[in-house]
């Protein structure tokens, strides 16, 4: 880093940010494997909490990879490489007193870990999006895990690339077992527990 970057304090800070939203802010990083639903539950609880007057941002893995993170690719260094920025745009989020909801497979528990250290203690929610292998790959939404199979996507995460379960994640959502709108529920009842909003 350059010796001529000054940082430079906000006018508003994050706990005026959050009075103004009236209600907490924090990141809730839903990863799991391809197929599990991250992005469809993370969409479906900003959508819920919306219609309650949260304010929400879901970052979502492909769409980032369209824009800020085209330019890498799923290698271990570009895989650590993809969460670390992503961690660096969800704390702005957090900064500016919105809930946001990050759906990424993010496969490794240090990459994980390295986001929780950008937030405060009560900042970052992991939400292990648990799935077996075998339905993720009967769903295969985007004809991913075929691809994989055959040999066309080297590195694929619980194919050809590990996938780290969380270790002790604050959150669990079992979408082989419980539907959409009941995941959204559990999510929603954890934050009511927290009285965030």
């Known amino acids: 880093m350059s010796a001529n970057i000054v940082w430079h304090d906000q006018s508003l800070t994050k706990q005026e940010q959050r009075q103004k939203n009236g209600h907490h802010s924090a990141v809730f990083w839903f990863t799991g494997l391809?197929?599990?639903g991250?992005?469809?539950?993370?969409?479906?609880?900003?959508?819920?909490?919306?219609k309650l007057g949260t304010k929400t941002y879901v970052l979502d893995g492909d769409n980032i990879r369209?824009?800020?993170?085209?330019?890498?690719?799923?290698?271990?260094?570009?895989r650590k490489e993809n969460i670390r920025r992503i961690g660096e745009v969800a704390k702005l989020f957090v900064d500016s007193?919105?809930?946001?909801?990050?759906?990424?497979?993010?496969?490794?528990?240090?990459d994980r870990e390295t986001v929780r250290e950008l937030l405060e203690a009560d900042e970052f929610i992991e939400v292990y999006v648990s799935c077996p292998l075998d339905e993720c790959e009967t769903r295969d939404p985007k004809g991913l895990y075929k691809k994989a199979r055959s040999g066309e996507i080297p590195?694929?995460?619980?194919?050809?690339s590990p996938y780290e379960e969380p270790d002790t994640?604050?959150?669990?959502?079992?979408?082989?077992?419980?539907?959409?709108?009941?995941?959204?529920?559990?999510?929603?009842?954890f934050i009511k527990e927290k009285n965030w909003l």
């Open 34 to 36: 391809s197929g599990s």
């Open 38 to 50: 991250k992005s469809t539950v993370a969409n479906a609880v900003a959508k819920q909490l919306h």
């Open 66 to 78: 369209h824009g800020l993170n085209k330019d890498l690719g799923f290698s271990d260094e570009d």
């Open 97 to 110: 007193g919105q809930l946001v909801f990050t759906a990424f497979i993010s496969p490794f528990q240090e």
């Open 155 to 160: 590195e694929f995460t619980g194919i050809s």
């Open 169 to 189: 994640p604050e959150l669990i959502l079992e979408t082989n077992r419980f539907s959409v709108e009941e995941c959204v529920e559990q999510l929603i009842d």
